[in-house]
């Protein structure tokens, strides 16, 4: 089967958003592709990219250019490219929303994980900056994918490493402990710095 029709086929199973289905690594901004740091981590054996940036400033489009240009090893075998907001796979308390979606970003070739920052505080997932474990969920699942070398893209709107955070809000391994440790172990972070977008 052709690339870009099982793209196609991927995005359509994955229920990524219906606007992203023409975002393409080609098309990426420069800003949306920091030295090239998102075209080139396929290529990498990097197992995770973090994608970093203001809310609006294109994670999302760049994530789902990579899960629309996803090309299995192995088409039989694979499981294919798969998006999920983290709302979608945990509920406000921490507890599983949908076993079958866990399954599925557990054992998906590539997976995209969006919204792992404020959104997750917002709908009171967690409190800011406590020492307990966000969601043993998330947890298990990232552990399980990292474990088994399987390529997981994640955005956050929260500042990562050396970033500076943004006022009043705490970073990203503040609010999420040993999840952030067990991403950034071995992670490539991409900081998206460009103007705010609502749609691209």
């Excluded at 990498?44 to 990579?66: E, M």
């Excluded at 490219?81 to 796979?89: H, I, K």
Aim: charged share 20%; with cysteine; proline share 9%.
């Amino acid at each position: 089967m052709d690339t870009p029709h099982l793209a196609k086929l991927l995005m359509k199973h994955g229920s990524a958003p219906e606007r992203y289905a023409s975002a393409t690594l080609d098309s990426l901004r420069p800003e949306q592709d920091p030295g090239g740091v998102v075209t080139g981590w396929p290529a990498t054996d990097v197992p995770v990219l973090v994608l970093v940036g203001r809310t609006h400033v294109g994670k999302t489009y760049a994530g789902c250019a990579l899960i629309n240009g996803y090309a299995p090893a192995d088409p039989e075998s694979d499981w294919g490219a798969r998006y999920f907001r983290c709302l979608d796979l945990v509920n406000p308390d921490g507890s599983v929303r949908d076993a079958g979606d866990l399954s599925t970003a557990r054992t998906a070739g590539l997976l995209f994980l969006d919204g792992l920052g404020t959104l997750l505080l917002d709908a009171g997932l967690r409190s800011p900056i406590t020492p307990d474990l966000p969601s043993p969920v998330l947890y298990e699942l990232i552990d399980a994918r990292l474990g088994e070398r399987k390529p997981t893209v994640v955005a956050t709107n929260l500042a990562v490493g050396d970033a500076v955070p943004y006022p009043g809000v705490p970073t990203f391994e503040q609010v999420y402990g040993k999840i952030a440790d067990r991403l950034l172990y071995r992670a490539t972070v991409a900081h998206l710095v460009g103007p705010q977008v609502l749609a691209e």
